[in-house]
């Protein structure tokens, strides 16, 4: 009887072990995903937004420029009189 106490205590503290191993494993794991979707999010955020300094109405409206190719009007402004420069 005492040896397959001694062997069920020997179990019992190798699967605490690995298991300790693997939840650190899995902690260093899921950290670095989150890191790397930090990054992501911060150069997604320069590419499209331009560090802020764009609007995304603003952009939509470039590209619907591009899409149609028409040129851009100021208001107020005819096609036979230039605009003047501010």
């Given at each position: ?56 109405g603003k952009l939509t ?10 040129k851009m009007h100021k208001h107020g ?10």
């Open positions: 009887m005492d040896s397959v106490q001694t062997l069920l205590f020997v179990v019992v503290i190798a699967l605490t072990v690995l298991l300790i191993v693997v939840g650190i494993q899995v902690m260093l794991i899921v950290m670095d995903v989150r890191r790397a979707l930090r990054r992501l999010n911060s150069l997604l955020d320069d590419s499209i937004l331009g560090g802020g300094m764009i609007n995304p409206g470039i590209v619907e420029m591009f899409r149609r190719n028409k402004a005819t096609h036979d009189e230039p605009m003047r420069e501010l």
